[in-house]
């Protein structure tokens, strides 16, 4: 489980956090919704323990990232707004060594290499430097990246940006077996359609705090709106208009 | 304890395969190590070679223009290096552009005022800004002081007085230098130099790359995500940097060592003395200060607000040994005392320079020196590990 629990976060005096409080139970799928510059990254950040929260705990599978980071990070999976991708290094090669990173070597480091590369189909980049590579590859890579040492919480920021259809079918599937499984999985994405068909709760985050909490069907009951979308704008934005909530996309 | 201890070391092989391939793969990286290490020796020791060859030209052709006013003049002057070529007449300053050296100009009056002891003059036309020029003007000189001293003795002689009257002394000077040690004055400050240079020219990309590079592309927000130390993602940093820098400088010593070989050093009296003992002394001396140069300029590159940026302070930080290394030479400071050799950077130049010339070095200095060095790496580790801890370097501010 990950647990936020009124973190207050300001960059040269301007708040990004104000008192954020969520949590993600094991076993579901959390969606994450909010608009560019509502603080998910730094709240990520904070959860991975890349960041120090000015106030207030969070805890992922019990722990605290402040105080045990190399813990924590063992027990994460993240794919963030950037796949950090080394260009000079082939799919193996770069698989391998995050593997390494978390500890694997051997036949479990040889497993565990196999195992994603048939999970996400890799074999046909496999031994291909990652210089060059589509969206869409880059985005497969770095999933594989997150989830080679199998993490018991799983992170990801919109993950099926770039993703051709096949690909984040393949990804929607990886995602509702991990679940299956007992993994946490917090994402964040800008589809609706693709929050409707694997989040079994989502979290509308505005100005750095959670304006609105449940899941789909509970927050179009407390909207009154009669989709996802339209819930999650009149949460976010309020009574803005519809010309210029497109702005914020 | 040993399941972490095993933990660390495979986080650790897997970091070096990392950083190792990462830099061994930058094709920028590999041609400035290769274009700098293989092609600056060899354009140093290439200019020096075609200075020592018009140096040590041998003939120079000199024209005598009314040579027939002084024929036993224009006859001593013949032989040696000088090429004479009497001619009827001419200006100076056309035939000094055209294939002569130096003019030498004797007036028609030069017999008669010989004769009457009236000490004529004798012109010597030269073109200063031309190198042999001046080096034909001064073996005329030398040749005619010789004729001239000849004719004053035997004057002296006619009139009863000894040619001594007018030398109270004899000087001469004995030049008790070895081959080494003018090797070592000579090659002395290049040398080391050189393969200092090529630590830092060599490391320059790898380590903007693996720290500025990385934060740019935002690979670094990755690499602190997974449970390792900062310090071991330092370690491993400077270690493949410090690889590249290390061959680079080795690179630089073999092929000097080669070019040694083939130039003609001893003409000009000079030895390059190293052996192979030297040679792989010399090579582990360069190493912690390879690790030093490999640390700070990652240092810098983390600190650095971007990519360009890093790019400016290292191409600063690249001119500051040499700058350091020739302002001490110019001082009066006594460098060899011992103190001066456990400062990084002075010591490895004087430990090189004496290897160099064949000439021992002090192992326990060696070892204190290259201790100090490696305490020094140690220290940056840990700032750089500290600044991998940076908020800022995420982007967050």
């Given at each position: 489980m990950?647990?936020?629990d009124?973190v207050?976060?300001?960059?040269?005096?301007?708040?990004?956090?104000?008192?954020?409080?969520?949590?993600?139970?094991d076993?579901?799928v959390?969606?994450?919704?909010?608009?560019?510059g509502?603080?998910?990254t730094?709240?990520l950040r904070i959860i991975?323990?890349?960041l120090?929260?000015?106030?207030?705990?969070v805890f992922?599978?019990?722990?605290?990232?402040?105080?045990?980071?190399?813990d924590?990070r063992?027990?994460?999976g993240?794919?963030?707004d950037r796949?950090?991708?080394y260009e000079?290094?082939?799919?193996?090669?770069?698989?391998?060594f995050?593997?390494?990173?978390q500890?694997?070597a051997g036949?479990?480091l040889e497993?565990?290499l196999?195992?994603?590369?048939?999970?996400?189909?890799?074999s046909?980049?496999?031994?291909?430097r990652?210089?060059?590579?589509?969206?869409?590859?880059?985005?497969?890579?770095?999933?594989?990246?997150?989830?080679?040492?199998?993490?018991?919480h799983l992170?990801?920021?919109e993950?099926?940006?770039?993703l051709?259809v096949?690909?984040a079918?393949l990804?929607?599937?990886?995602?509702l077996r991990?679940?299956?499984?007992?993994?946490?999985?917090?994402?964040?994405?800008?589809?609706?359609?693709?929050?409707?068909?694997?989040?079994?709760?989502?979290l509308?985050?505005a100005d750095?705090?959670?304006?609105?909490?449940?899941t789909p069907?509970?927050l179009?009951?407390q909207?009154?709106?009669?989709?996802l979308e339209?819930?999650?704008?009149?949460?976010?934005?309020?009574?803005?208009?519809?010309?210029?909530r497109?702005?914020?996309? | 304890?040993s399941?972490?201890?095993?933990?660390?070391?495979?986080q650790?092989?897997?970091l070096?395969l990392?950083?190792?391939?990462?830099?061994?793969r930058?094709?920028?990286a590999l041609?400035i190590?290769l274009?700098?290490?293989?092609?600056?020796p060899?354009?140093?020791?290439g200019?020096?070679a075609l200075?020592?060859?018009?140096?040590?030209?041998?003939?120079f052709a000199v024209?005598?223009?009314?040579?027939e006013?002084a024929?036993l003049?224009?006859?001593?002057?013949?032989g040696?290096?000088l090429?004479?070529e009497?001619?009827q007449g001419?200006?100076?300053?056309?035939?000094?552009?055209?294939k002569y050296?130096?003019?030498?100009q004797?007036g028609?009056?030069?017999?008669e005022?010989y004769?009457?002891l009236?000490?004529p003059?004798?012109y010597?036309?030269?073109?200063?800004?031309d190198?042999s020029?001046g080096r034909?003007?001064?073996r005329?000189q030398?040749?005619?002081?010789?004729?001239?001293?000849?004719i004053?003795q035997?004057?002296l002689?006619?009139?009863?007085?000894?040619?001594?009257?007018l030398s109270?002394?004899?000087?001469?000077?004995?030049?008790?230098?070895?081959p080494s040690?003018?090797?070592?004055?000579i090659?002395?400050?290049?040398?080391p130099?050189?393969?200092?240079?090529g630590?830092m020219?060599?490391?320059?990309?790898?380590?903007?790359?693996t720290?500025?590079?990385e934060?740019?592309?935002m690979s670094v927000e990755i690499?602190?995500?997974q449970?390792?130390?900062g310090w071991?993602?330092?370690?491993?940093k400077v270690?493949a940097?410090?690889?590249?820098?290390?061959?680079?400088?080795?690179?630089?010593l073999?092929?000097?060592?080669?070019s040694?070989s083939?130039?003609p050093l001893?003409?000009i009296g000079v030895r390059f003395?190293?052996?192979?003992?030297e040679l792989?002394?010399?090579?582990i001396?360069?190493l912690?200060?390879?690790l030093?140069?490999?640390v700070?300029?990652?240092?810098?590159s983390l600190r650095?607000?971007?990519?360009?940026?890093?790019?400016?302070?290292?191409s600063?930080?690249?001119a500051?040994?040499?700058?350091?290394?020739?302002?001490?030479k110019?001082?009066?400071i006594e460098?060899d005392?011992?103190?001066?050799q456990?400062?990084?950077?002075?010591?490895?130049q004087?430990?090189?320079?004496a290897l160099?010339?064949?000439e021992?070095?002090?192992t326990?200095?060696?070892?204190?020196?290259s201790?100090?060095?490696l305490?020094l790496?140690?220290l940056?580790?840990?700032?750089g590990?500290r600044a991998?801890r940076r908020?800022?370097?995420?982007?967050a501010t």
């Amino acid at each position: 489980m990950i647990r936020v629990d009124s973190v207050y976060k300001k960059f040269a005096a301007k708040p990004i956090l104000r008192n954020l409080s969520f949590s993600a139970a094991d076993g579901q799928v959390t969606a994450l919704l909010g608009a560019n510059g509502a603080g998910k990254t730094t709240c990520l950040r904070i959860i991975a323990g890349l960041l120090k929260a000015d106030r207030g705990k969070v805890f992922v599978g019990g722990l605290e990232p402040s105080q045990h980071p190399k813990d924590v990070r063992r027990q994460l999976g993240i794919v963030g707004d950037r796949e950090g991708l080394y260009e000079r290094l082939t799919v193996a090669e770069y698989l391998s060594f995050f593997a390494s990173a978390q500890g694997l070597a051997g036949t479990e480091l040889e497993e565990a290499l196999l195992a994603v590369k048939g999970e996400l189909e890799l074999s046909d980049l496999w031994n291909r430097r990652t210089k060059g590579f589509s969206q869409g590859e880059r985005m497969k890579v770095s999933l594989a990246r997150a989830l080679v040492h199998r993490p018991a919480h799983l992170i990801l920021d919109e993950p099926t940006r770039g993703l051709d259809v096949l690909a984040a079918r393949l990804l929607r599937k990886t995602l509702l077996r991990l679940r299956s499984e007992g993994s946490t999985i917090l994402f964040s994405s800008h589809i609706m359609a693709e929050v409707l068909e694997l989040s079994d709760s989502v979290l509308v985050m505005a100005d750095g705090a959670i304006v609105g909490s449940g899941t789909p069907d509970e927050l179009m009951a407390q909207t009154g709106c009669g989709n996802l979308e339209d819930s999650f704008v009149r949460l976010a934005y309020g009574d803005l208009r519809e010309g210029s909530r497109h702005e914020y996309f | 304890m040993s399941i972490f201890r095993n933990m660390r070391s495979r986080q650790m092989r897997g970091l070096l395969l990392k950083e190792f391939r990462e830099v061994w793969r930058d094709r920028r990286a590999l041609g400035i190590t290769l274009g700098f290490t293989l092609l600056f020796p060899l354009l140093m020791i290439g200019s020096g070679a075609l200075s020592y060859k018009v140096m040590s030209e041998t003939s120079f052709a000199v024209a005598v223009v009314g040579g027939e006013h002084a024929p036993l003049l224009e006859e001593q002057l013949r032989g040696g290096d000088l090429r004479i070529e009497p001619l009827q007449g001419g200006v100076p300053q056309e035939l000094l552009q055209g294939k002569y050296d130096v003019v030498l100009q004797i007036g028609k009056n030069f017999a008669e005022d010989y004769r009457d002891l009236l000490s004529p003059t004798v012109y010597l036309y030269v073109d200063s800004a031309d190198k042999s020029g001046g080096r034909g003007a001064q073996r005329v000189q030398e040749q005619l002081a010789r004729l001239q001293q000849t004719i004053m003795q035997q004057r002296l002689a006619v009139r009863g007085i000894a040619a001594q009257t007018l030398s109270p002394w004899q000087l001469e000077v004995r030049d008790v230098s070895t081959p080494s040690s003018r090797g070592v004055a000579i090659l002395g400050l290049m040398v080391p130099v050189l393969l200092i240079m090529g630590l830092m020219v060599c490391s320059t990309a790898p380590s903007i790359d693996t720290s500025a590079g990385e934060r740019e592309r935002m690979s670094v927000e990755i690499l602190l995500q997974q449970p390792l130390s900062g310090w071991q993602v330092v370690v491993a940093k400077v270690l493949a940097v410090t690889s590249i820098a290390w061959f680079g400088a080795l690179l630089s010593l073999a092929v000097l060592t080669i070019s040694f070989s083939l130039l003609p050093l001893a003409e000009i009296g000079v030895r390059f003395s190293a052996g192979l003992s030297e040679l792989i002394a010399m090579s582990i001396i360069l190493l912690p200060l390879a690790l030093l140069v490999a640390v700070l300029q990652i240092l810098l590159s983390l600190r650095s607000r971007s990519f360009k940026d890093a790019q400016v302070q290292l191409s600063i930080l690249q001119a500051l040994p040499v700058t350091l290394l020739v302002g001490l030479k110019l001082s009066n400071i006594e460098l060899d005392a011992p103190i001066w050799q456990l400062v990084p950077l002075v010591g490895q130049q004087q430990w090189l320079s004496a290897l160099m010339a064949g000439e021992p070095i002090s192992t326990r200095l060696a070892l204190a020196g290259s201790v100090v060095t490696l305490s020094l790496v140690g220290l940056c580790i840990l700032v750089g590990a500290r600044a991998l801890r940076r908020e800022s370097l995420l982007g967050a501010t």
